[in-house]
């Protein structure tokens, strides 16, 4: 495939999925709710009415495993909390909240793979616990899969137990769907780990707390162009980038961004091919 044509099919289906998920509702972290006009999602319906139980237990952090791809092992030497990669190589990492409208997720996960990029999922476990199906199909993709809490409260002014509940709940919910908590925790609410958060997270079994360099303000929904102009005009060789679930206009704009980042010579990795 040329890219002319690669550049026609992502924003074939970019168009598709945008139009699709038109009207959802938006909110801080992807967290939408499909409007009663949208066609039912194809997905093999969840029964939410009770939720499922998970253990406690052991927690391993090792990486992606079934459907995903071998752990990668990180450098020694890399610190708890991470916000960008090495600047001299020419990798990035599109990291993404994962809440909201399933099709909106699939859409994104399918333009990235369409371009051969991979991307970091952090997921909510709210999310994980409504739309069981998704875990595997981010490492299905050959991308990663972390932790963004719980409920995705403001957990720097939680207690330290609180903190701690909604982390491990969090983990749990990834440890029973997939068999690995994950590599990467992501705070709720915040860009950075403050010291009880960094305890809890060692606490929970997570050896790396992960931030961002670039937030393309995507969850304040200002059209298509302007989360590509953030993005682009921001990126640079080594960057984690802060993107959304649940909101089109990411969707619209991540043709534009692949196709940007590639004229850049830029390539989109998962977290871990980032740092390593």
């Not at 890219?3 to 801080?28: E, F, I």
């Not at 139980?53 to 495993?65: D, L, M």
């Not at 959304?244 to 991540?254: K, W």
């Amino acid at each position: 495939m040329t890219p002319l044509d690669r550049r026609s099919v992502l924003r074939q289906l970019a168009r598709a999925a945008a139009l699709g998920a038109a009207g959802a509702a938006a909110s801080a972290c992807g967290g939408d709710s499909p409007p009663a006009s949208m066609p039912a999602p194809t997905a093999k319906p969840v029964d939410t009415g009770s939720a499922p139980t998970f253990p406690s237990g052991a927690h391993t952090a090792s990486g992606a495993v079934g459907n995903g791809p071998e752990p990668l092992p990180l450098p020694a030497d890399l610190p708890f909390q991470v916000t960008s990669g090495p600047p001299d190589r020419p990798r990035v990492a599109l990291t993404f909240h994962g809440q909201g409208d399933p099709r909106i997720a699939d859409s994104l996960l399918g333009l990235l793979e369409a371009a051969g990029a991979r991307g970091t999922v952090l997921a909510v476990g709210t999310w994980l616990d409504e739309q069981p199906r998704m875990a595997r199909r981010v490492l299905a993709g050959g991308h990663e899969l972390g932790n963004h809490t719980m409920h995705h409260g403001d957990i720097s002014a939680m207690s330290a137990d609180r903190t701690y509940a909604e982390i491990t709940d969090c983990a749990d919910r990834l440890q029973r769907l997939t068999g690995s908590i994950g590599r990467w925790f992501r705070p709720s609410q915040a860009k950075d780990c403050t010291p009880t958060v960094v305890a809890q997270a060692r606490r929970a079994g997570y050896a790396h707390c992960l931030g961002y360099d670039l937030d393309s303000l995507d969850f304040t929904d200002p059209g298509a162009a302007a989360v590509g102009h953030t993005v682009l005009n921001g990126v640079r060789p080594g960057s984690v980038v802060s993107l959304h679930f649940g909101h089109p206009g990411t969707v619209a704009a991540m043709p534009a961004i692949l196709d940007g980042l590639r004229t850049r010579g830029l390539r989109a990795v998962t977290m871990s091919e980032l740092v390593t």
